[in-house]
């Protein structure tokens, strides 16, 4: 019962945070759209889950597409790599990976458990 | 693809506000039903051009 | 005051609309468009729908609000992320700035898991029903 209420808990803060990433990210895309000059250097970029379940995956995969800079592509055959396509990367793509493994995955891993 | 996805969640913004602005309810329910309309339509579409994988290269 | 934050909203709303449209045309490949699609198209919605409700007289008009703003939100995402497959696996041009990982090439040939349940007789040269191996489309 109280690891039910506190996964309650969990996603109403996973769901603050999902509203505040949607804005961030929309004016993010705003601004890369009404610039004159749009120079953004796309990536795509794989990034290895942690998270098992199809709940969970599901959950990681809806919140990337609607987070900054970041679109889901697909997922693998195996289900544990996610295929990213990210707008803003730039060069490198370790920022988009520690983005999605520090901020996303703990808090969908504390709603579905696993 | 894309262009349609986002056509038809524009119309939906177009419903809701357009009911808003005249009054009628019913174009609330129209907006609802198209909501979940206009998803089955870029599903069914999306697995199609996924299927015709080899056979078309476009 | 609730009228004035309402038609603030409405048109913040249709801003972030306007962004996606400009952005489908702007844009150069399918995954960029889908970006201002998806995000800024879904905000738009969001945010017109919280007006409404924060306009609404009656219970029933405000659930009508959130059946909308909960059936775009949870639909949008999978939408895009159908599309953005499809595109994938049948090699759209991309934008030529576009730098991949080299991890992301087999996910270009996605492996088509054999159905048991199927009898494996010459007749059925391909399975004809949904495939076995996408464990998220909708």
Same mark, same amino acid.
């Given at each position: 019962?109280?690891?039910?209420?506190? !996964?309650?808990?969990?996603?109403?803060?996973?769901?603050?945070?999902?509203?505040?990433?949607?804005?961030?990210?929309?004016?993010?895309?705003?601004?890369?759209?009404?610039? $004159?000059?749009?120079?953004?250097?796309? !990536?795509l970029v794989t990034i290895p889950l942690t998270v098992?379940?199809?709940?969970?995956?599901?959950?990681?995969?809806?919140l990337i597409t609607?987070? $900054?800079?970041?679109?889901?592509v697909d997922v693998s055959a195996d289900r544990k790599t996610l295929l990213v396509h990210d707008l803003l990367a730039g060069d490198s793509s370790e920022a988009t990976r520690?983005?999605?493994?520090?901020?996303?995955e703990p808090r969908v891993l504390r709603v579905t458990g696993r | 693809?894309?262009?349609?996805? @986002? %056509?038809?969640?524009? @119309? %939906?913004?177009?419903?809701?506000?357009?009911? @808003?602005?005249?009054? %009628?309810d019913a174009y609330m329910y129209v907006a609802i039903g198209l909501a979940l309309i206009a998803f089955l339509a870029t599903v069914a579409f999306a697995n199609f051009i996924d299927r015709a994988e080899g056979t078309d290269d476009d | 005051m609730t009228e004035t934050l309402a038609n603030a909203l409405l048109l913040v709303g249709s801003f972030f609309c306007l962004v996606a449209g400009i952005g489908v045309v702007r844009l150069n490949d399918v995954f960029s468009r889908m970006h201002a699609a998806t995000k800024a198209g879904t905000l738009g919605l969001?945010?017109?729908?919280?007006?409404?409700?924060?306009?609404?007289?009656?219970?029933?008009?405000?659930?009508?609000?959130?059946?909308?703003?909960?059936?775009?939100?949870a639909s949008a995402p999978v939408g895009a992320h159908l599309i953005g497959r499809a595109a994938f696996h049948n090699y759209q041009p991309m934008d030529p700035k576009t730098q991949a990982d080299p991890e992301s090439e087999p996910f270009r040939h996605p492996v088509r898991l054999p159905d048991s349940s199927l009898p494996?007789?010459?007749?059925?040269?391909?399975?004809?029903?949904?495939?076995?191996?996408?464990?998220d489309n909708g």
């Open positions: 019962m109280i690891t039910f209420l506190w !996964r309650c808990l969990c996603l109403v803060w996973l769901l603050i945070v999902f509203m505040r990433d949607l804005v961030v990210s929309s004016v993010q895309v705003a601004r890369a759209v009404l610039s $004159p000059g749009y120079a953004a250097k796309p !990536r098992e379940s199809d709940a969970g995956i599901t959950m990681v995969a809806n609607l987070t $900054p800079g970041t679109l889901t520690e983005g999605v493994r520090q901020g996303i | 693809m894309v262009a349609l996805d @986002l %056509v038809s969640m524009l @119309l %939906v913004v177009f419903l809701v506000v357009f009911k @808003l602005v005249s009054g %009628v | 969001a945010l017109i729908c919280i007006a409404i409700m924060l306009l609404a007289d009656t219970w029933l008009h405000l659930a009508e609000a959130v059946f909308v703003f909960l059936f775009m939100i494996t007789s010459e007749l059925v040269a391909e399975p004809s029903h949904k495939s076995p191996d996408d464990p």
